[in-house]
C-alpha cells in the first residue's frame, strides 16, 4: 500500500517552461521510470508529487521538507552565481580587518589567515581553513554557474552528471558563513584591546556570504537532475 | 500501514533521488550513473570508526593549549575551556555563550549523540523513530557550526602578530579540526533509514 503525499497527486510535471517547449516527447521518456518517490530519511513509499510554486511538500512520516519548488531555479542560480564569482575575487584580495597596536597597524585578508598559519607550521589546520573558506566556496560556485549556465542555455554536456555528484558532495564543507562567525568573534575579542578598521574585502565578504546563502536555498535539486536528464536524452537522441 | 520503499521493491539512487525498481537488477543509477546501495554501504561500521577515531582526538583537543598569547616573551597558553572563562571574566557574555556552545557542547552532544544512534540502529530498539530523526537531523545540522573556534584562530593568529604581542596557535587546534571533521563524516556515514528498519510500528 501506498502514502500519499499531502499534495494533490501531479505527475511528474515541474519541467514547466524551456524543455516541455523544446521537446515535447521527452516527457514521456522521463515518465516511464517511475511515478514513485521515497523519502530519502525514512525510504517511505511516496507518489511522485509535485507542490505547486513556493508550497512545500513534507514528508508525512518523518517530517522532513521533501521539495520547495521555487520560480526560475535555474535562471536564478544562473545569475547568483555569476554575481558571486565577481563578488570572491574582492573578498579574497581586500584587506578585510586592520588592527592598530601601539602606533604599528597590522591588516588581514582571506588568504592571510591560512598564510600565518602556515608559518607556524601549522598546515594541517591552514589546509581545512583554506579548503573551507576558499577553495571549496569557489569551486562549489563554479560549479553551479557552469550547471545552471548549460541548463539556461539548453546545451547537453556529459559532465554534466559529474559536476552534480560534486556539487551536492561540496555543499556542505562550504562554511562561509561560519568564517563569518569566526570574524565576529574575533573582533569582539580584539576590540577590547585595540582599535579595529573595517575594508571592502570585509563587506564583500558579507555580500558573497548573502549571495551564497541564497543561492543553496533557491537550487531545486530535484528540477536540477530532472532537466539534465532531459538534455543528456535530447543529447543522445540527436547523434 | 505504510511501507517502506525497499520492501516495495525500489531503491532510492543516493546522488540524484531517482527512484529505481529492484526487479531492473541495475548495479548503477540509470540517470547519473553513480553505484546503486538501498541503505550506505557499511554504514554503521564507517560511521563507529568515524567516531572512535574523534573520541580519541577529544582528548588532547581538550587537554592541550589551542592557543598563546605571547607578551613581551612571556607566553599564556589557553585551552578551549580557559578562552571561554577569559571572555566571561572580561564580561563579554553572549560571545562566551556562543563559544561554549560552538566548542564544547555542539562537540560533546555530537559525540553522545551519534553513539546513541549508533547504538539505536545496532540494537534495534524500538522506539519513535521520528525522534531520533530529529536527533540525527540536529546534528548533522549543528556540525559544520564547530569550525567556529579554528576560523577564530587562524584571524587572530593573522592579527595580532607584533613584535611585542603574538598569538601562536597550539596542538590542540589540530585535534580540535580533526575532531569536527571527522564527526561530520561520523554523521555524513549514518543512514537515518536503518533507525526505521526494524520499528514493528511501521511494518
Ligand atoms: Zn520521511
Redesign the pocket.
Known sequence: MIYLCRYSPHLIDFCNYRITTQHPDNITKAMNCTNYDA?P??D?LLNNSSPRLGEKAY?P??G?LLSHPKKQSVERTFALSIAGFILFFPSLLLPMVGITVLGSANTGILLSGVIALFKESMWPVAIVVFLASILFPLVHLSLSLLISGHLYFNRPNRFLVHWMHWMQHLDEWVMLEVYMLGIIVACVKLMAIAPLQFGWGLYAFIALLIITTQLTAGLDKKLFWHHIALLQKGHNHGR | MAANALKQGFVRCHDCGLLISTAEHSASCPRCHSELHARRPQSLQRCAAFLASSFFLYIPANIFPIMTVNQFGAGDPHTIAGGIVELFDSGMIPIGLLVLVASILVPTSKLVGIALLLLCAHFRWQVNARRWTTLYRIIAFVGRWSMLDIFMISILVDLVNFSGVQIIAGPAATAFAAVVILTMFAAENFDPRLLWDHQKAYE
Do not use: S
Open positions: 523519502c530519511e525514512c517511505l514528508c512520516r518523518c522532513l
